[in-house]
């Protein structure tokens, strides 16, 4: 499924542009980029980043299709003009990338705000590394292809304890699909 597809790419791209120019000893450098489920110990100082080609925290956060009716298409940016029945379908699919920073012992709850600096730091970094994720390229074997990808949500929280600085945020990614019928 191209959902699939669309979280692959954007795993790979971040992977090859996330830490470009950062030096491991940072603590800029996310030191885990993957899809899916944790495959380490999270309670590890460093920063991971996890891409889902859903959202297991919330399940309402669904894969929609799109009505091409005038009242509809306001939030494309241009316009698709009404198909034929059996035209083709446009869908928004969605998925998240989790953000979790784990200062553990950098930090002393006076610098908590150098934590909450670096923590910002990195989110806005993969944020900004995911504006430029292409997906026109991508095709599944059903015949759904990636037309336009973009970032349309995101959060972030402290969690944690006494000096622990857990900052942890999500990515809300959508992704405009076609298929042929």
């Given at each position: 499924?191209?959902?699939?597809?669309?979280?692959?790419?954007?795993?790979?791209?971040?992977?090859?542009?996330l830490n470009s120019g950062i030096s491991e000893l940072s603590?800029?450098?996310?030191?885990?980029?993957?899809?899916?489920?944790?495959?380490?110990?999270?309670?590890?100082?460093?920063?991971?980043?996890?891409?889902?080609?859903?959202?297991?925290?919330?399940?309402?956060?669904?894969?929609?299709?799109?009505?091409?009716?005038?009242?509809?298409?306001?939030?494309?940016?241009?316009?698709?003009?009404?198909?034929?029945?059996?035209?083709?379908?446009?869908?928004?699919?969605?998925?998240?990338?989790?953000?979790?920073?784990?200062?553990?012992?950098?930090?002393?709850?006076?610098?908590?705000?150098?934590?909450?600096?670096?923590?910002?730091?990195?989110?806005?970094?993969?944020?900004?590394?995911?504006?430029?994720?292409?997906?026109?390229?991508?095709?599944?074997?059903?015949?759904?292809?990636?037309?336009?990808?973009?970032?349309?949500?995101?959060?972030?929280?402290?969690?944690?304890?006494?000096?622990?600085n857990i900052w942890r945020g999500t990515l809300y990614w959508?992704?405009?699909?076609?298929?042929?019928?």
């Open positions: 499924m191209i959902k699939y597809l669309i979280a692959e790419k954007i795993r790979e791209y971040l992977i090859e542009n603590p800029y450098y996310v030191r885990e980029i993957q899809s899916y489920r944790y495959l380490s110990n999270p309670a590890v100082d460093g920063t991971r980043v996890i891409v889902y080609a859903d959202n297991p925290d919330e399940i309402d956060f669904k894969d929609s299709r799109i009505d091409v009716s005038q009242s509809q298409q306001s939030d494309l940016s241009y316009k698709i003009p009404v198909g034929e029945i059996g035209g083709g379908h446009l869908w928004w699919r969605r998925g998240i990338v989790k953000v979790e920073y784990y200062g553990l012992g950098k930090f002393s709850q006076d610098t908590r705000y150098e934590a909450a600096e670096v923590a910002y730091k990195i989110l806005g970094r993969v944020h900004y590394n995911m504006d430029y994720v292409r997906i026109s390229s991508l095709k599944d074997t059903y015949n759904e292809q990636g037309v336009y990808f973009h970032v349309i949500n995101s959060s972030f929280k402290e969690s944690g304890g006494n000096r622990v959508q992704a405009l699909t076609q298929r042929e019928v």
